[in-house]
């Protein structure tokens, strides 16, 4: 299965899909990134959505799940408390 394709469904080449992509860059105003940024910014936003490691780890074709957390865990400081304020609700909603 191809990643990237053309409205046929070829192959496109890889000078073909970094001038399309410098070009729709370029036309959004946002922030110039490398195209491998893109896979980088997509692992971020699952990870602070909160989807799971495992998931991430499955959806970037690592390996392991500790390649993933070695390379992102650095990214959301918060795992551990958001972990503790989850404990921490069940905890009181079996007091009520």
Known sequence: MLVNATDTGNYITPPN??????????????????????????????????????????RLGHASIQITLDTYSHLIPGMQSAAADMLGQLFNKRRD
């Open 17 to 58: 899909l970094n001038k399309v992509f410098w070009r729709t860059i370029e036309n959004s105003g946002v922030k110039r990134i490398s195209f491998h940024s893109l896979r980088h910014t997509h692992t971020t936003l699952l990870l602070k959505m909160g989807v799971h490691a495992k998931v991430v780890q499955e």
